[in-house]
């Protein structure tokens, strides 16, 4: 089995795996062969057809759905575990071959993956699903030497670069027979075509150092959403321990913070990039596990435009169109995730979670639409709303839902909408005169005849 030498992965509900504080996802290949070729009977397990997925501090197989493999199979290679990657050699054998990645891991004297072990074996992934294993060697390289998992969270000053960036925009600006270094200038069509390039060079210069605080910002807003995550959850552990200790106004004020934090944003975001082909399938798991949180504090369901509005704010700089969102929740029907796109028959469509049942959803709107001030008045979307724990827009939607099933009848003024009990079911064609003295019509009477 895996774990006997791998670490085991944890993964998502939706099946994504959990990674480690500020750890990022670089590149996926699916259809993944991993196995040992120096002993066959080392303790290295022999993983058959997964998803590779390589992070700034691991290589992730895990095992494919239609393969039938547990959750419990997935494992992980720790790339400080990584002693030695071996270079592709093409040759006609390869032509024809599955791509393969070999690389060196250090093994611990009890066998186990580990950063310092006495001995090492060679591991090989066999690719035998689409993808480039080319570039992924190239970040497997990149991702390795950076040992992103050995880095302390150390800020770099950006004087100096502001420093040469006026040094160089004074250098520019200067005017006169002389150059800023003392030699004369250039003038007539010689002078032109240097001004020219010292045009071209000053703009190079500013560009590169544009992309430089670029690349510092986007840094620094990582290590924000680290710092966010961490608060949040000391927010959390607080609120456990402290319960009895603190009153309403406190502990709402800490839901709000907490509030914040979460929108605060994604840290491996999946991207195209990374994901490649498998874009959208990763995008659906990681979409099914965010709309967790914010479908709790709707109450089961919520508006399809406000989720992508939420999710895209959780993303930051990593935007994703309204067709990647509407695509990646009609990939839900494939994967066992707890929650599902749905269609109003009025074409409004919302994620709700597979527990939210009509019939529950019908039986609080009858209770509600039963008492007398409902009976002789009826009741709007915001009565709906506050009885639901749902937005406005989505008990309206309820609402006529209830309606095209005959247990309400809708009034249009010019107050807007009003909803009552159906009474037409009973009515007797054979006798409509009959007052019966019995079920909902006795009891729309009753409310009626009080009030007058």
């Known amino acids: ?36 070729e120096d002993d066959p009977n080392t303790c290295f397990p022999h993983l058959k057809s997964g998803l590779l997925i390589l992070t700034t501090h691991h290589l992730l197989w895990l095992p494919d759905s239609a393969s039938g493999a547990g959750p419990s199979s997935a494992s992980a290679v720790p790339l400080a575990a990584v002693s030695h990657i071996f270079s592709h050699k093409k040759s006609l054998r390869s032509v024809f071959a599955s791509p393969r990645v070999r690389f060196q891991v250090s093994l611990s004297p009890e066998g186990r993956v580990a950063a310092l072990g006495s001995r090492s074996v060679v591991v090989t992934a066999v690719v035998r699903g689409k993808g480039d294993c080319d570039a992924f060697l190239t970040k497997f390289w990149e ?40 030699t004369v200038r250039m003038v007539g069509v010689s002078g032109i075509l240097r001004k ?38 000391k927010l959390l552990s607080g609120s456990n321990s402290q319960t009895n200790a603190t009153n ?24 195209k990039e990374s994901a490649g082909a498998l874009y959208h399938q990763q995008l659906s798991r990681q979409l099914a596990d965010f709309v967790k949180v914010p479908l709790e504090r709707a109450g089961g369901i919520i508006n399809l435009i406000d989720i992508y509005c939420l999710f895209n704010r959780a993303r930051g ?16 029907e494939k994967f066992d995730v707890p929650v599902v796109l749905r269609k109003f028959d ?68 010019p107050d ?31 409310a009626n005849h009080t009030h007058a």
């Open 317 to 332: 700089t990593e935007l994703i169109s309204p067709d990647d969102l509407l695509q990646a929740c009609s990939l839900w």
């Open 248 to 271: 309403d106004e406190e502990m709402g004020s800490k839901e709000e913070m907490q509030d914040w934090l979460l929108s605060v944003g994604i840290i491996s975001p999946v991207t």
């Open 143 to 182: 991702n390795w030497r950076a040992r992103a998992w050995e880095e302390a969270g150390s800020g770099s000053s950006s004087g100096s670069n502001v420093v040469a960036a006026a040094v160089a925009a004074t250098a520019t600006s200067l005017s006169g027979i002389y150059s800023s270094d003392g």
């Open 1 to 36: 089995m895996a774990g006997n030498c791998l670490p085991s992965v944890q993964l998502t509900g939706s099946g994504r795996p959990v990674l480690e504080p500020n750890e990022i996802e670089c590149f996926l290949l699916s259809g993944v062969d991993l196995l040992c």
């Open 416 to 446: 807007g909408f009003r909803f009552y009990i159906n009474l037409f079911p009973e009515i007797d064609r054979d006798d409509m005169y009959l007052m019966k003295d019995q079920r909902i019509y006795a009891s729309w009477v009753q």
């Open 196 to 233: 020219e390039q010292e045009m071209w060079e000053s703009t190079d210069r500013s560009l590169q150092e544009a992309f430089q605080d670029l690349n510092a910002l986007m840094s620094k807003a990582k290590e924000m959403v680290v710092l966010a995550e961490k608060m949040r959850l």
């Open 346 to 413: 009025s074409g409004v469509m919302v994620i709700q979670t597979k527990s939210q049942s009509d019939k529950e959803v019908f039986a609080k709107i009858k209770m509600l639409v039963m008492k007398p001030d409902a009976l002789r008045a009826g009741i709007s979307a915001s009565d709906a709303a506050r009885t639901l724990g749902v937005a406005p827009a989505m008990a309206k939607e309820h609402l006529l839902s209830a309606e095209s099933k005959g247990l309400l009848c809708r009034d249009v003024s």
